[in-house]
């Protein structure tokens, strides 16, 4: 199969487009510009900024199916006076963008990787399904969403097929951002205030992530269909921090400050959105998607935390 692969230096992309290579496809990476350290095997085009006026047709040519990773992401510090505009120039159009252009290049299906953010920000009684009612709460998730309904309407009127997979946090070798700090956490040995932390939050490791793309990918199942994605074990943070600690080989001493103060102290701070994400619960019921693709996560946890955890401390 011929797969073009946006954002193919990212996180997910680079680690997808080695995998597709290893698996016999002919892989082309949609880049901004050419990676330091390119992927044997990947032929890489460089494309414009996104937007609505990106030319993807020589990154397109002769491309069966497309997986459409990259995005204007979610930022803990955002930077544009308009955020909501910002995130849809990208997410919403150039994406709408991207689609039109596929089509007019004869490709067969577009893979689009969204969030859990179009379902909502936190859980309580039950878990998120797949089919339940959006309900994103801010400009990224509202993005990914709108996102999502531009490429139901492009598919509607041309029979593009399109699949939707919308993962949590995504972790494995090289993630950055919220789980590089607790990793830094953890080796820093400072006493951390989060063992009364009972939550229970969805995870979904790289490696899952990616060997549930390569089945929508070809999967007549997929066809037009969203699908939630995870690691099948929901882990509180406080779990989190004591398994990431056995796989990094240290030892991580846990304060039990209730949930209530934390929460106090981090809207003193501004951090309220932070104390979400660490105290809250955001579960996840993949049972559509073992369901009708026949699939089941093939690493488990442990198994993804060792491998994050030995790249880590090899960088």
């Known amino acids: 199969m011929k797969v073009l692969v946006t954002g193919a230096s990212g996180f997910v992309g680079s680690a997808l487009c080695a995998y597709l290579v290893a698996k016999g ?14 992927l044997p095997g990947v032929e890489y085009r460089i494309v414009s900024d996104i937007s609505a006026d990106t030319n993807w047709s020589e990154a397109l040519s002769g491309i069966n199916a497309v997986v459409h990773c990259a995005a204007r992401v979610h930022v803990m510090s955002e930077v544009s006076g308009d955020p909501l505009t910002a995130f849809r120039d990208v997410n919403v159009k150039g994406t709408a963008r991207l689609a039109e252009q596929a089509v007019d290049s004869g490709v067969k299906r577009i893979i689009y990787i969204s969030s859990v953010k179009v379902n909502g920000e ?4 039950h878990p998120f399904t797949a089919d339940d009612a959006p309900a994103p709460e ?10 999502e309904q531009v490429l139901r309407k492009i598919s509607k009127k041309t029979g593009l097929e399109i699949v939707t997979i919308r993962p949590p946090l995504v972790y494995g070798p090289g993630v950055r951002a919220n789980f590089l700090r607790l990793m830094q956490g953890v080796m820093s040995g400072i006493p951390l205030p989060l063992g009364a932390v ?10 899952n992530l990616i060997d549930l793309i390569k089945t929508c990918l070809s999967n007549p199942q997929a066809i037009n269909q969203t699908f939630l994605v995870s690691d099948g074990e929901d882990l509180s943070i406080r779990e989190l921090l004591q398994r990431t ?9 846990l304060i039990p400050v209730p949930v209530s103060v934390l929460r106090i102290a981090a809207w003193l ?5 932070f104390a979400q994400r660490l105290c809250g619960s955001l579960q996840i019921d993949v049972s559509k998607t073992r369901d ?14 060792n491998k ?7 960088h």
């Open 308 to 314: 994050t955890a030995k790249y880590f401390l090899s």
């Open 269 to 273: 701070l501004g951090k309220s959105s």
């Open 245 to 253: 600690a056995v796989a990094l080989d240290r030892s991580v001493r």
């Open 138 to 147: 801010d400009p990224y998730g509202i993005s990914k969403w709108e996102a």
């Open 122 to 125: 936190s859980t309580e009684e």
């Open 25 to 38: 496809n002919t892989v082309t990476g949609a880049v901004r510009s050419i990676p330091e350290k390119t």
């Open 198 to 207: 009972n939550n229970r939050r969805s995870m979904v490791a790289l490696d």
């Open 292 to 305: 009708r693709l026949n699939w089941s996560p093939p690493v488990s946890v442990d198994e993804a935390l």
